[in-house]
């Protein structure tokens, strides 16, 4: 069974662009949350989406945005880009929320 | 408020003995508590969890952890370290709102 999937691997973009960051969830997975990991820093909770609801939202600004399709695949989208939104970005996907997550392997975004 | 704390952000070990990585919660109600482990550039991987039943909860790779009511702990275990556990380690706990709370992260390092 394939597991989470996130594309791109590596992202590089200049401040004030736009990145878009995707992520699949296991099959017959419902929920989709997302992480942000600076260098050397623990998780720090973005997003969770359930059933195509955002369902909860971490303490970020508005320009970090996201949607749940219909198939439960997700998108995060970060509007003008800053220097200290380089980190790694995580997605996980659970049965329904408060379930076990499973991880995928991360987009590494690096703004210059 | 809901919340777990990692005490220490880095265990050494010398390869084959005993390790502990300490974990503490705060929840209302009965806890759901996890551990994930990360190695360089990936995401992280499902461990362990309690959610009922046996204090003792066996996991992949060898560890077990440990649920204490009476300390609020679950500290992660393994009888004999190796070399190759040296990673990142996660705990984590469920919310009331259903949302997973990570630890900061404790770095273990397996000494040859």
């Known amino acids: 069974e394939a597991g989470v999937t996130q594309s791109p691997t590596h992202l590089i973009k200049t401040r004030g662009q736009q990145a878009t960051l995707r992520c699949s969830p296991i099959?017959?997975?419902?929920?989709v949350y997302w992480y942000q990991q600076a260098l050397g820093l623990g998780l720090q909770f973005l997003l969770w989406?359930?059933?195509?609801?955002?369902?909860n939202r971490g303490n970020f600004p508005p320009r970090f945005s996201g949607r749940q399709f219909p198939n439960y695949s997700s998108e995060l989208n970060v509007n003008a880009l800053e220097l200290e939104d380089s980190a790694l970005y995580l997605c996980?996907?659970?049965?329904?929320?408060?379930?076990?997550?499973?991880f995928g392997p991360g987009t590494r975004l690096t703004v210059l | 408020a809901q919340s777990v704390a990692q005490p220490e952000d880095q265990v050494n070990v010398a390869e084959g003995n005993p390790l502990t990585v300490k974990c503490t919660y705060s929840?209302?109600?009965?806890?759901?508590l996890f551990w994930y482990v990360q190695y360089p550039n990936r995401g992280l991987q499902f461990l362990l969890k309690?959610?009922?039943?046996?204090?003792l909860v066996k996991g992949s790779y060898g560890f077990e952890a440990e649920f204490n009511k009476s300390q609020t702990s679950f500290h992660l275990k393994k009888p004999s370290a190796l070399v190759s556990d040296s990673a990142l380690y996660f705990c984590?706990?469920?919310?009331?709102?259903?949302?997973?709370?990570f630890g900061k992260g404790t770095r273990l390092h397996i000494l040859p």
């Open positions: 996980a996907s659970s049965l329904g929320g408060g379930d076990t997550q499973y």
């Open positions: 099959s017959g997975h419902t929920s």
């Open positions: 989406y359930d059933e195509g609801e955002e369902r």
């Open positions: 929840v209302s109600g009965n806890p759901y």
């Open positions: 309690y959610i009922t039943g046996d204090n």
């Open positions: 984590a706990v469920r919310d009331r709102d259903d949302k997973i709370i």
